[in-house]
């Protein structure tokens, strides 16, 4: 995790801990990298990076988000929501979005869940 940190994981809460950082310049060269991390805990995990770029983002569900000062922080509004499965098929999307705040700062998260089975075999 650079420069994010998660905050709570029930419900689950991501936090940059200062929007003004740059990083690095992405791959392509058409964005400034703010903050990205890869995190898991238990069945759940998530995806989330920032970055600031020209291009403009307004697509959210299940999540929720407050900038305050130099902080953003992402929460899923409701940890048990099914939005349906993974292109692998082998998670479920719980929230995902990506929005552009602060003029150019785009945050995107993607939180998801492993599916438990509905009985175990011993066999």
Known sequence: ME????????PFTIEIIDINVELRI???GRSMIVATGTTSMGDCGAQFNAYRSDARQSNSENLEWNLVGKRLQV??????????????????????????????LTWQLTFWRKDQPAYRSWY
Do not use: Q
């Open 3 to 10: 420069n994010c940190r998660v905050v709570n994981w029930d």
């Open 26 to 28: 992405s791959r392509t």
């Open 75 to 104: 929460s899923v509004i409701d940890m048990k929501a099914d939005l349906g499965p993974s292109s692998t098929g082998k998670t479920t999307i719980v929230a995902r979005g990506a929005e552009t705040e602060d003029v150019d």
